[in-house]
């Protein structure tokens, strides 16, 4: 079964840092681009950061995050992260790990985590 | 920035409704539009990929049309799970943008 599990979301001080990770398993992980999608509580969704799939990765992060989050990928471990810093109310969220695929001329996500969450205390 | 809208942001229907939700985008995306269904305390499920391409494992009521700046979801008889959240999402730029939201509710 193709599979996305997001972990290590908890409560943390604002400023404080955490890192985020999501297993992959059920598909050949070093072959596709990830991605980090957030969801506010009652709010919508926010893509958050992109890495691809390439050796020498290409990443990309949201104006809101850029600076103060770091993408990274494990390929021997299946494994996707996200190191959260500086970290602020406004970082409170379901935080989702998504796989990406291509088709008909164009990209979208077709395999989501159930999600991590992690709250920021003041 | 590539800004979606979408329309509306709340829709009250019965089940065997047709429902059709849509989405703007500020300049030309082509066709990179995606749609996506989140049921409650759920991970988004992707519906349509590339404006009118259904996913794999999608029930054939759910349909999406469009291009250039203006597409839309049609689902064509609601089905009790399809009272969620449906979302559209651009992937023309390297930086995704995902349009506010229409949450769908039983009248």
């Known amino acids: 079964e193709v599979q996305l599990v997001e972990s290590g979301g908890g409560l943390v001080q604002r400023g404080g840092s955490l890192r985020l990770s999501c297993e992959a398993s059920?598909?050949?992980?070093?072959?596709?681009?990830l991605n980090w999608v957030r969801q506010a509580p009652g709010k919508g969704l926010e893509w958050i950061s992109y890495?691809?799939?390439?050796?020498?990765?290409?990443?990309?992060?949201a104006d809101s995050v850029k600076g103060r989050f770091t993408i990274s990928r494990d390929n021997a471990k299946n494994s996707l992260y996200l190191e959260l810093s500086s970290l602020r109310d406004e970082d409170s969220a379901v935080y989702y790990c998504?796989?990406?695929?291509f088709g008909s001329g164009t990209y979208a996500m077709d395999v989501w985590g159930p999600g991590t969450t992690v709250s920021v205390s003041s | 920035d590539i800004q979606m809208t979408q329309s509306p942001s709340s829709l009250s229907a019965s089940i065997g409704d047709r429902v059709t939700i849509t989405c703007r985008a500020n300049?030309?995306?082509?066709?990179?539009l995606n749609w996506y269904r989140q049921k409650p305390g759920k991970a988004p499920e992707l519906l349509i990929y590339?404006?009118?391409n259904l996913q794999s494992g999608v029930p054939s009521r759910f349909s999406g049309s469009g291009s250039g700046t203006d597409f839309s979801l049609t689902i064509s008889s609601l089905q009790p799970e399809d009272f969620a959240g449906y979302y559209c999402?651009?992937?023309?730029?390297?930086?995704?943008?995902f349009g506010q939201g229409t949450n769908l509710e039983i009248k």
């Open positions: 300049q030309s995306i082509s066709s990179s």
């Open positions: 998504a796989r990406e695929v």
């Open positions: 999402q651009e992937s023309y730029s390297p930086r995704y943008t």
């Open positions: 590339a404006a009118s």
């Open positions: 890495i691809s799939s390439s050796r020498r990765s290409t990443i990309y992060y």
């Open positions: 059920g598909f050949t992980f070093s072959t596709f681009s």
